[in-house]
């Protein structure tokens, strides 16, 4: 989820209308393939949904997010979830595994982020993840601009988020120490919940919204207009909402 962003998230929007995100982390997982007793970090633990199969799996798991309302709803679950920033970790030499899903897009600073990760891992640990690639949600990133521009609202530059080609990643990882297993671009087409493109806007673009000045007033009139100009390209004929998903996944090992 989030691992050092400035942008705040509210639980309960995020189980509502962002449930399928650790749904889709299954492939992730598999990629992982957690051992039983293996000591794991997930990075942007988010509110835990992929953390808990983690320990299911009879893994040792810390979890760490930069949002204290997530990081509270782990621990309410009961798991071992601390607040920090995926740009300062703190761990040296612990971890068997670090695992991250649909965080590292949010973060930024790659280079320093994969350095942090190979200070927590054993030699040998593993690195597995996904997150946002290029052109991820270009159409509706396109949109939500174009509409903020036609109101008078300066979004150019304000998009901050981290989608690099898989080749720029692979890069990163080997500049980091790591031995790259796979690291592909993969389309996702991604059916949305029952609320639709307007609760995706509200869920994961409120931040950016609010970053380009608009008024609380002013707000449900943006995401209107955003759906509205999204709607021939990303909704189906019998309503369903298709988001332009394009991820990284990537597997990376220390050598021993």
């Not at 209308?17 to 650790?22: L, R």
């Not at 320093?112 to 640990?125: D, E, Q, Y």
């Not at 509200?202 to 209107?224: L, N, S």
């Not at 100009?229 to 998903?245: E, K, N, R, V």
Request: proline share 6%.
């Amino acid at each position: 989820m989030t691992t050092g962003t400035a942008t705040r998230w509210d639980p309960s929007l995020y189980a509502t209308h962002a449930s399928f995100v650790p749904a889709l982390g299954a492939a992730v997982l598999d990629l992982l393939a957690p051992q039983p007793g293996e000591r794991v970090l997930d990075l942007g633990c988010g509110d835990g949904v992929l953390t808990q199969k983690l320990i299911d799996a009879g893994c040792d798991v810390v979890g760490v997010d930069a949002d204290p309302a997530m990081v509270a709803a782990a621990q309410a679950k009961d798991i071992d979830a601390r607040l920090g920033d995926a740009r300062a970790l703190d761990f040296a030499g612990e971890f068997d595994a670090v695992f991250t899903n649909a965080a590292l897009h949010w973060v930024g600073q790659p280079d320093v982020v994969t350095a942090g990760v190979k200070r927590a891992l054993k030699p040998g640990g593993r690195y597995v993840g996904e997150f946002g690639g290029h052109a991820n949600i270009a159409a509706i990133r396109t949109a939500l601009i174009a509409v903020l521009a036609r109101h008078g609202f300066p979004a150019a530059g304000a998009e901050t988020s981290y989608y690099p080609t898989a080749e720029a990643f692979r890069a990163v990882l080997e500049r980091g120490g790591f031995v790259v297993d796979s690291c592909a671009i993969i389309p996702r087409p991604t059916p949305l919940p029952k609320s639709g493109m307007a609760g995706w806007l509200e869920t994961f673009r409120g931040g950016f919204i609010d970053a380009a000045g608009v008024p609380d007033a002013f707000k449900d009139q943006i995401i209107t207009e955003t759906v509205a100009l999204l709607a021939p390209a990303l909704q189906a004929a019998d309503g369903q909402w298709i988001a332009d998903y394009v991820r990284i996944r990537f597997s990376a090992h220390l050598p021993e």
